[in-house]
C-alpha cells in the first residue's frame, strides 16, 4: 500500500513539473547544443569502430571467439529475442517526443536562468577541453 502510494505521488509529482511551462531555448544555444551533441556521438563511434577494428582479429583466432560468434547468431535466430529488440524499438520510438520536449525544456531553464551566469565559464571549458578530445577520441576517421 505504501509502494502504490508513493508511485502514485512520484508520478503526479513528475506530471507537475513537465506540466509546467518552460522558456523557449534560444536558436543559437539549441544549435550550439545539437553540433556538440553530434560531435560527441561522433566521437563515441569512431571509438568504438577503432576498438572493434583492435579486437576483432585476436577473437576470430581464438575459439572463445568463435564461440561468442556462434552464441550470437542463435540469439539472433530466436522468436524471443525478435520480440524483445520489437519492444524496446516501440518503446523507444514513443517515447523520444517525451524525451525532446524534456531537452528542450532543460535548455530552455538552462538558457534563461544558468547561462548568464555559467555559460561563459561552460563555453571556455569546452573550447579548452576540445584539443584534448581530439588527441585522445577524435571525432573523424
Known amino acids: 500500500m505504501k509502494l502504490t502510494f508513493a508511485l502514485i505521488l512520484a508520478l503526479q509529482v513528475s506530471v507537475c513539473v513537465w506540466a509546467q511551462d518552460w522558456p523557449e531555448p534560444d536558436k543559437e544555444l539549441v544549435e550550439k547544443y545539437e553540433g556538440l551533441k553530434a560531435v560527441f556521438f561522433k566521437r563515441i563511434v569512431n571509438a568504438f569502430e577503432k576498438i572493434k577494428a583492435a579486437i576483432e582479429p ?40 517525451v524525451v ?42
Open 58 to 97: 585476436s577473437l576470430e583466432s581464438s575459439p572463445v571467439g568463435a564461440q561468442v560468434k556462434e552464441i550470437a547468431e542463435e540469439l539472433k535466430k530466436r522468436p524471443r529475442v525478435e520480440s524483445i529488440v520489437k519492444i524496446v524499438s516501440g518503446v523507444a520510438s514513443e517515447l523520444a517526443p
Open 100 to 141: 525532446d520536449k524534456a531537452r528542450m525544456s532543460l535548455l530552455g531553464a538552462y538558457g534563461m536562468y544558468l547561462r548568464p551566469y555559467i555559460g561563459e565559464h561552460l563555453d571556455k571549458a569546452i573550447t579548452n577541453i576540445k584539443p584534448v578530445l581530439d588527441t585522445v577520441l577524435p571525432h573523424e576517421g
